[in-house]
């Protein structure tokens, strides 16, 4: 009997990204992370009015909590064995947590090479595939279709495969340079991902593998930011959402330090005038310490307002 398929018109659905960032030791893949979720959660917040968290599973020991004093996160340690179902239950229980908006899995290489992983397993079953690994694979497979399938942002982290090569310092010394060829986990594992990226050791820039989104196609090497984060939830709800026509916190500060630098321009451009006639030039002295805090270093001004009222009272100073 020949077999019946239905047809019909592709429509655009809410996405959930999945982003994978693989980098070795000090390629700032946390630190990453954390801005990438807190653009994600800023948006998330602005499009449904509801407040979400962002919880990061940590089993990189103290590494979790180095940036508490410049994000707000959750913590989650986990301990091992860290076998797969440790991190299936891990994105479910986060699944079905309303407050949770982003899931950060620091990092996602224990789960195949760490104490208890598939690697790990596969060697205490004997190692060879007919033995292990038609075992191992199956339970690792399963954990990748939660992950993919999840109905929640994730970001995973990986650990970069360490290749080292020999360079030459400034001075002509020869030098080892470790560098981060792929990354510890499953073969093919980015293409479980909507992006993944490669963050240089030096840099901490990401490189994109692979882009569903195409926001970052064709794009130099660049260091990921909360406004990335912004872009990639607003790409994914795009066919139910129409983002308000009003900027962000962060594009609003952008906007804020570029007015304070013209407003800054202003305020110099009219004080060498008024240094000319050194009578004024003391009055003027006088006047920027009333609004700067006692100090006559008028570059310091952050507050756009300060600036402005400052700049008005210099233009009565000037008659």
Known sequence: MARRFQVEQAKREK????????????????YSSLRLATGMIEEMERLTGKKYEIWLANNEGSRGKYYANEFNYKIIELEPPHEPELYYDLIDYAENSPECGVLIIDSLSKEWAGQG????????LGGSFQNAWKIVTPRHRRLMEKLVNSHLTIIATMRGEDQYEVEKDENGKAKLVKLGIGAKQGKDFEYEFTCTFSLDQK????????????????????????????????????????????????????????????????????????AQDKTKEKELVKLIKQYNNNSANYNKITDIEVAKQLFAEMQKLEG
């Open 117 to 124: 992983g598939c690697v790990d397993i596969a060697n205490s």
């Open 15 to 30: 996405i959930y990204p999945k982003i994978g960032i693989f980098s070795p030791s000090g390629g700032g893949k946390t």
């Open 203 to 274: 840099t901490n820039c990401a490189e994109v593998f692979k882009d569903n989104t195409h926001l970052f196609e064709h794009k130099p090497p660049m260091k990921l930011t909360e406004q990335d984060g912004i872009n990639l939830i607003r790409w994914a709800n795009e066919s139910q959402i129409e983002p308000e026509k009003k900027p962000t916190s962060f594009e609003k500060a952008e906007q804020e330090q570029s007015a304070l630098k013209e407003e800054i321009a202003k305020i110099d451009e009219l004080a060498k005038r008024l």
